[in-house]
């Protein structure tokens, strides 16, 4: 089982910055690719970033060029920097590991093949 846990949203003003931090303690080697999620009041939740096991990246149009997502292993962590903040970017944000039995049999519950856990949230609120 995987175990995810976010820190440092908050307030900020348009224009200035945020790191998000996700920590999965003692799991993050065997998690194939974790991502960052944002669901804004009455909109769905959708992809920011993602980055799997071998650091490939992926960003989601929209904070292209203002944001970067990086891995720790070391530290069973995943961050995502955020610059140039918008306050079309309000939301919550949610950390994600995406788990699948061919990386790791031991992250995927038993009888499935394949699973994402979440975090709680972590609420990033941008004033104009």
């Known amino acids: 089982q995987v175990q995810l846990v976010e820190s440092g949203g908050g307030l900020v003003q348009a224009g200035g910055s945020l790191r998000l931090s996700c920590a999965a303690p003692?799991?993050?080697?065997?998690?194939?690719?974790m991502g960052w999620y944002r669901q804004a009041p009455g909109k769905q939740r959708e992809l920011v970033a993602s980055i799997t096991s071998g650091g490939n990246t992926n960003y989601v149009d929209a904070m292209k060029g203002r944001i970067t997502i990086s891995r720790d292993n070391a530290k069973n962590t995943v961050y995502l920097q955020m610059n140039s903040l918008k306050p079309e970017d309000t939301a919550i944000y949610y950390c994600?590991?995406?788990?699948?039995?061919?990386?790791?049999?031991?992250?995927?519950?038993?009888?499935?093949?394949?699973?994402?856990?979440w975090g709680q949230g972590t609420q990033v609120t941008v004033s104009s």
């Open positions: 994600s590991a995406y788990c699948s039995r061919d990386y790791s049999p031991v992250c995927v519950p038993e009888r499935l093949y394949q699973y994402t856990y």
């Open positions: 003692g799991s993050i080697s065997s998690i194939k690719t």
